[in-house]
């Protein structure tokens, strides 16, 4: 190797530049086409943002949201085809049509060039059982390289013990085609007792989720006080909560029998003690912050108001760096343009758009 190959990585600092400013508690990301992205806000609007910065007003045909506490309108993602079928998908707090509570839904719609309102909403997706409350609503969207659709779903924080319940939605991972049906090869799908949909359980409140370059959906989790996970999904399996849990119960004391450890549960890739609160996964495989960015993971902090960057080897984490320590905003959403620049979210009542800049 040439002396080149011995000299040490050089040292930048990592700016951000503001796309977009004034957004309320934004929470989700989507790309759409010719440089325009679609970015959701909790109280309940979908709006347009253009290649050189301006924010469009709400858009039109929208649902009524449930927009109480951690609730609201939340992910967006565009379908892999949208250059072509025009569809997004994203999930919300919906409440109950006989006014008993709420749940997470899941919709569809189309939103053609130049509109200015949604065509064509459908709710193809809603988690059951309702439940009054305003907390661990979940609802990260991932399409999958076939087309499927997963969504994560929190155990609603009253109801942990049902993250063990294979017969609801609660605390889990589901997987559904682009129209709301069970995919033939779900891995529950002929268990008796079991809902179709179900990908994995065991789940808290999944807050980020990512397609990994394994071919594996790789999601972040809020533990309670302490124990936020990075989970690499396999399908019908059982990630532990709240059975096994590297946190502990607000205001100290163990959960349960205090178990970080058990048999038929898995362990995670990753976690965090104390607690970063993490929101928004992103996988880097853009050239333009240097070759040791490359295959990182980026992951949001609401707590600790950064992004946090963690490098992995044979599937361990053996690096983990913190960036924007000066920023000063909860980081909700991270995600990879299709320009090969990362963007964020930052959830505030005056909440930004912004571009990473090395």
């Known amino acids: ?78 379908d892999v085809d949208f250059a072509v079928n025009r569809r997004v ?18 919709a569809s719609a189309r939103l053609p060039k130049q509109a200015k ?56 991972v589901v997987r559904l085609t682009i129209d709301g049906g069970v995919p033939s090869d779900n891995p529950l799908r002929l268990r008796e007792g079991a809902d179709p949909y179900i990908w994995s359980w065991g789940h808290r409140n999944p807050q980020g989720a990512a397609w990994g370059p394994d071919g ?46 058990a048999p038929g549960m898995e362990q995670p890739v990753h976690h965090w003690t104390p607690s970063i609160a993490p929101s928004g996964l992103a996988l880097v495989t853009s050239p333009r912050y240097g070759a040791a960015w490359q295959g990182t993971w980026l992951v949001g902090s609401l707590k600790f108001r950064q992004l946090v960057q963690l490098t992995l080897h044979q599937g361990r984490v053996i690096k983990e760096e913190r960036h924007l320590t000066q920023l000063g905003q909860r980081v909700r959403d991270v995600r990879q343009g299709p320009d090969g620049w990362i963007y964020l979210l930052t959830d505030e009542a005056q909440g930004q758009l912004l571009r990473l800049i090395p």
């Open 1 to 78: 190797m040439g002396l080149l190959g011995w000299l040490p990585m050089p040292v930048w600092a990592l700016n951000t530049h503001v796309v977009v400013s004034g957004l309320e508690h934004p929470w989700g990301l989507a790309f759409l086409d010719e440089g325009q992205m679609l970015v959701s806000e909790r109280p309940g609007r979908l709006r347009l943002v253009s290649p050189n910065g301006e924010l469009s007003e709400p858009l039109g045909n929208v649902p009524p949201v449930d927009a109480v506490g951690q609730g609201g309108m939340l992910d967006v993602i565009a």
């Open 89 to 106: 998908f994203f999930c919300f707090s919906q409440a109950a049509a006989n006014g008993g509570g709420n749940a997470t839904a899941l």
């Open 117 to 172: 309102r949604l065509e064509s909403v459908r709710v193809i997706f809603r988690q059951q059982p309702n439940q009054a409350g305003r907390l661990h609503f979940g609802c990260r969207i991932v399409q999958s390289p076939n087309g499927h659709l997963f969504l994560s779903l929190g155990e609603r924080y009253h109801r942990m013990a049902d993250a063990q319940n294979l017969s609801n939605h609660l605390g889990k």
């Open 216 to 261: 594996r959906l790789w999601v972040v989790e809020h533990g309670p006080q302490g124990g936020d996970e990075l989970n690499r999904l396999e399908p019908g399996k059982n990630y532990g909560w709240p059975v096994i849990t590297h946190g502990e119960n607000y205001g100290g004391g163990p959960i349960g029998q205090g178990l970080t450890l």
